[in-house]
């Protein structure tokens, strides 16, 4: 099992930038994939980007060119950095992690992009 703790949202004006943790309980070397969901009000829960070992990131067109995945084995942590913040982009964003065929996925973080 892996507990999934997300850190970074907030507020923040379109055009600007915020960076997004989710920190794992346990090594992450052996966790095939993770990913940054995120959920607006209203709306369908929607892929972000996710990361397998090995692979290259894959990402939502709607996210392409403005944000980066990024996995620090050595720290359990995966990154979402976020630029050029679009107030369409305020949702509440998910980690979640794919170990051994079960899927795991954190509280979540408030991500708030003002006009």
């Known amino acids: 099992q892996v507990q999934l703790t997300e850190s970074g949202g907030g507020l923040v004006q379109a055009g600007g930038s915020l960076r997004l943790s989710c920190a794992a309980s346990?090594?992450?070397?052996?966790?095939?994939?993770m990913g940054w969901y995120r959920q607006a009000p209203g709306k369908q829960r929607e892929l972000v980007a996710f990361?397998?070992?090995?692979?290259?990131?894959t990402y939502a067109d709607s996210v392409k060119g403005r944000f980066t995945i990024s996995r620090d084995n050595a720290k359990n942590t995966v990154y979402l950095q976020m630029n050029s913040l679009k107030p369409e982009d305020t949702a509440v964003y998910c980690c979640?992690?794919?170990?051994?065929?079960?899927?795991?996925w954190g509280q979540g973080t408030q991500v708030t992009v003002s006009s």
């Open positions: 979640n992690a794919v170990l051994l065929g079960s899927i795991y």
């Open positions: 346990r090594s992450i070397v052996s966790i095939n994939s």
């Open positions: 990361i397998i070992s090995g692979n290259k990131p």
